[in-house]
């Protein structure tokens, strides 16, 4: 992985912070209620059905009453141990960001369609899923390149976006190879762009790989748990990050992580975790009002739980 310097702060300007504190109260009420329905149409066809009403005020003047979000879904049995499935839901989702009149954004809205598939192999000894989805949106945050300056309460002027989409596809396996061993595989693509075909949310990476395992040992050492898991993330960036046109980027990085357990007693464990165990070098984030965040170095926990 090759660490790349982050233009933006080498060369970026100096917020014009407020000389004095400033403080602001609200009062935030949801109030929501939902049905739901689960109808066999066939011995192998279940249709779901539900849907839910919400309530949302923030004092002052931010108020959205009796917003309806339906969802349904379709699924097919094709034998006991193989499914398929569809599913629609609608997006109501109220948010903080705020445009440059210190005015909350509308809430984001839209739609999620999900094709998918579960099947349980060898005795469900292996399960497998593998999903393919399309999100649209409209009224999505982004930060307001025109206006320079922070908010009265720190954060940064907004603008919304709409007719955005994110589309991609997702598959999960589930293992016990033996009664004494697990395994976790999953990989992730997704791809997000505004109406115009323009790339949108490059700062979440496109390509997501976790696998982990947990081996418990029997004998001699039955008390001892031996495990880890590693992760992978493709390319992340955000163009036009710094007030030059400067461009922050993340290239592709892995983080490997272990741990150990010991049972000393029914109610005594001991637990050793070696998180980021190659000492990876890397931002965990780029998108948080221009800034740029050091992910976790290595590090060495040793802990002792008791039950009382």
Known sequence: MTLKPWPILLDHYKPNYPSTPTTQETEEIQKGAYIATQLSLHDQLTLLLGSRISQYRIDPGYEHNDVITPYAGLVYDITDSV?????????????DAKDANNK????????????????????????????????????????????????????????????????????????????DWDLYFSYTYSESEKANGEAFGTHLPKNLVRLSTLYHFNGALEDLTLGGNLSWQSKIYVENAGPNGASSEQDSYFIANLMASYQITDDAIVRLNIRNVFDEKYYSSIDFYDQGFFGEPRNVELSLSYNF
């Open 83 to 95: 499914s398929i499935y569809t599913s629609y839901t609608e997006i109501f989702q109220p948010q």
């Open 104 to 179: 909350r954004l509308d809430p984001t809205t839209g739609n999620n369609i999900e094709l998918g598939s579960k099947a349980d192999f060898f005795d469900e000894r292996l399960t497998a899923s593998v999903a393919v989805f399309k999100v649209q949106k409209e009224n999505v945050a982004e930060r307001d390149p025109n206006f320079k300056d922070p908010l009265p309460d720190g954060s940064f002027p907004m603008r919304t976006v709409d007719g955005t989409s994110n589309r991609g596809f997702e598959m999960e396996l589930t293992g016990r190879p033996t009664e």
